[in-house]
Structure formats: C-alpha cells, structure tokens
C-alpha cells in the first residue's frame, strides 16, 4: 500500500502483485479495437502474450469480453472512478435451476453517492451483492464497473477495489492498529489513523487506555458491537475501495452506534461509491438512490421522499415499520436467498 487516500474524482488503485509485461498497442486502447477493450490497458498472462495469434482473434472476433476465444484478460487500472452498472441482468443459482433469482435487473451505483437495496427476504439483494463481487457467472445481461464488464478484471484486483462490511464483522486477537491494517504488507500508521476517522471510529480508540495499541480480544470481545463495526468499516476503508457495500452492516446495533456509522455513510465517504443492503428505515432513508426489489425485480427507484410520494411496495413498508406493525426486520421478511459460499441470507 503506502499511498494516502485519493484526494481527487474516484480512486487510484494500490499497485497489484498481478504481472504487468508490456501488451501489443492493439490491446491498450488504441484505435481500431473492439470497443469493449477500450480504456486502461489490461495485464496479460505470460502465456496469452506469447500466442500473437490469440491476441489476433480478440481483436476481431465479437463475443463476450471475458473468454473470448479463449483469452482471459486481467484488466486491473491504475484508477477507477468506481461507476457501477447492472444491466439487464438475469441470474439463476446453479442449486436451483428453475427458479430465477434476478430477472432483467437494471440500476446503476453512481461515483461519490449512497445506494440503497431494499426489498423483502428473497428479492435479490444479497445475490446482486453475490454478482457485484463476481462470484457467479449470468445467465443474461452484464454488470459493468467503469464501462468494463466485472469478468475481465483480475479477481484479486476486482476483491481489491470492491470492499465488503457485513453484519458481522471478524476481528482477530490482535491489536487496534493490526485489526484495521490485517492484509496489508505494509501500511504507515498515518493511514490507520485517516481510515479511523473516516469510519468515526477514531474518537472511541483515543478514549482507550492503549489507544491503537489496545487488543480487541478473541473475536474483538473487549469491544461493543458498535465499535467493532467501526474498526471494520476502517479496515475496509484504509484500502481506500472505489466501491464500499455495507450488507445489514448496522442492523445489530443500538440507535447510538448506527447513528454513528451513518454519520461516516454521508458525511466521510464522498469520495466512495457505496452499496447499502438494509432493513432498517434510518439506515436508508437518507440514501441518494434506493432501489426497491421484489421477487428478483426492480419495482421503485428513487429518493425516500419520490417513493412515498409514488405509493407501492416501498411506502407500504415505511408504513408498516413506522406504525409498529411489524418490527424492522421485516423489511427482509419473507422467503431466504442463496448467499455467498451457499448460505442463506436476506
């Protein structure tokens, strides 16, 4: 790592482990290409660049940038902007044959904005995450992250630049300070500190007696729920992701802790592009974009206010948890989708 935050539009990108021989002009954008592989140049593997002809065949022959004629690519830029498109997407768990997940599923994440999925248990949310971080392969449509499909990035690149905080978050009985950098060969403290501050979690740690130093405990006991969530939240930001998803991230915690996870949301990420999963109305509420699924399609999009206005599924939800005719969870009651690794999760 050893590079700060980005201070501009989007995010430069640590440098990759990936080998990055020097590729044919006909594969870094130049004219004449197919138009799928122009932009930043893309890393081949030492095999692909000694068979010429099969960096012939990508140039002329259409099909699906992800192996086409038998190419892989490895596209891992320097900078992403961090725009994330879902296309017309259709998706069906190899489990379940019959049954489609996703159906025609379209929505954008836009750069420097809060999306956020919404919808009863079984709508899709967690397998558009699933997809996002490109563990399945479509059955129709593209996801595409700055115009490029997912399939033709790296994968320890794409798992790089897209950052994940779940619900549980997994500390190590190490301290602060590693917990936040654990994965990183190196990361100045200065970063640890930034990240820190970003998540509002800075504050509880220099009230600690050890401050950074200080250990978390098995599974970071010595810390609430709350904070916990926070270190997490830094460790994934001192990675400095283009694209941060926060799934159900806050629905363990008490109104004080979320409040204070939502404050770093829309107060310290604009330079992220954030995917919100969640059930709770304040989680949402304030998101520049919520996107409402039912039964794995898109039925709403819009802002808090648009979609009260507009009536629907979104509105009766908001009515029912308002009114306390259900308990927020509802938001996700229903039927379970596959998540990843093959458990079950709203």
């Known amino acids: 790592m050893g590079q700060g935050m980005a201070d501009g539009g989007g995010s430069k990108v640590p440098p990759t482990h990936i080998p990055s021989p020097s590729a044919p002009a006909h594969t870094a954008g130049g004219p004449g290409q197919h138009p799928l592989l122009r932009g930043p140049p893309c890393h ?50 190899r489990t379940r044959p019959h049954t489609q997940v996703l159906q025609n599923v379209s929505f954008s994440l836009s750069p420097g904005k809060v999306t956020a999925l919404v919808g009863p248990s079984g709508s899709g949310k967690s397998s558009c995450v699933n997809i996002l971080e490109n563990f399945y392969p479509l059955e129709g449509g593209r996801v595409l992250l700055d115009g490029k499909p997912i399939s033709a990035y790296d994968h320890k690149y794409l798992h790089r630049v897209i950052s994940l905080v779940s619900q549980e978050p997994v500390l190590f009985a190490r301290s602060i300070t590693d917990n936040i950098s654990y994965g990183l060969p190196t990361v100045p403290f200065e970063m640890v500190v930034e990240a ?88 949402v509420e304030h998101a520049h974009l919520i996107v409402v699924l039912d039964k794995g399609r898109v039925v709403q999009q819009g802002t808090h206010q648009q979609l009260l206005a507009q009536g629907g599924l979104y509105a009766k939800l908001v009515q029912r948890q308002m009114l306390g005719l259900e308990p927020a969870a509802d938001f996700t009651a229903g039927h379970n989708e596959p998540a990843a690794n093959g458990s079950h999760k709203a």
């Open 44 to 93: 081949l593997r030492p095999d692909d660049q000694r068979q010429p002809h099969r960096l012939h065949h990508l140039r002329v022959c259409p099909g699906r940038l992800y192996g086409v004629c038998g190419l892989r690519l490895h596209l891992a830029p320097d900078h992403l902007e961090g725009r994330v498109d879902f296309e017309n997407v259709t998706f069906t768990y």
């Open 196 to 283: 820190a501050q970003k998540a509002n979690a800075h504050g509880f740690i220099m009230e600690l007696q050890d401050g950074y130093s200080t250990e978390t405990g098995e599974k970071g006991a010595q810390l609430s729920g709350g904070q916990k969530q926070r270190v997490a939240m830094a460790r994934a930001l001192v990675r400095n992701p283009p694209v941060l998803i926060l799934d159900e991230a806050t629905s363990a915690l008490d109104a004080e802790s979320e409040y204070l996870i939502q404050q770093a949301i829309h107060g310290n990420l604009q330079k992220h592009t954030v995917l919100i999963i969640a059930h709770r109305l304040s989680t």
